[in-house]
């Protein structure tokens, strides 16, 4: 999916509004106790699909699935028992995944609209490399590109099985295509 709004938004310019300012604070430093007003209700947010492929931790360290409950036991006063294996009927938490599935089919629905928003990630990142390199600051970790390196997720290095894998692997080229920047 998120190929495919690279693809969209290739060719799209936005102009970006002019940066916002820092609020000032509601209140001086030291001049005594003051009352903040409460905070508005917000609405809760609706899950949007990420622009950006996940990248693979580099630093973490893996990590042993827990396995059950903890089996501590007296000799003599209680029995040693085992984890029941898990079974497919076992009741799972899928709120996540129904929420991705619904972020996914409000992009599918909107996909001009996730292209417009892809675009303006991108305006966002060239201005900021701009910025960074009129002031000659240092450059502070960044994407440069939303795909991650490599092939796609879900890409076989066998002969593909199903269809699906040969549709992925042109539509990461398109992609690839998409980002590459245009010949002048």
């Known amino acids: 999916m998120r190929r495919l709004i690279v693809v969209a938004a290739r060719g799209l310019v936005v102009t970006l509004p002019p940066p916002r300012q820092k609020p000032q604070p509601k209140f001086r430093p030291g001049a005594g106790p003051v ?5 508005p209700k917000t609405r809760a947010r609706s899950t949007s699909l990420p622009l950006l492929d996940p990248l693979k931790p ?11 409950v903890p089996r501590i036991s007296c000799p003599g006063y209680s029995e040693p028992f085992r984890i029941p294996a898990w079974s497919p009927n076992d009741p799972i938490d899928a709120r996540r ?12 629905d909107d996909l001009p609209g996730q292209a417009r928003r892809f675009a303006r990630w991108r305006a966002r990142r060239d201005a900021a490399l701009a910025r ?5 600051g240092l450059r502070r970790f960044g994407r440069f590109s939303p795909l991650k390196p490599g092939r796609p997720p879900g890409w076989r ?11 992925l692997d042109v539509v990461h080229g398109l992609a690839q295509w998409a980002l590459e920047p245009p010949d002048t």
């Open 35 to 39: 009352r903040m007003p409460a905070r």
């Open 132 to 136: 960074e390199r009129e002031t000659g």
């Open 157 to 167: 290095r066998k002969k593909p099985v199903h269809e699906v894998h040969e549709v």
């Open 97 to 108: 995944l129904d929420a991705r599935l619904w972020a996914l089919a409000r992009a599918l």
């Open 58 to 68: 580099w630093n973490r360290r893996l990590r042993r699935a827990p396995r059950g």
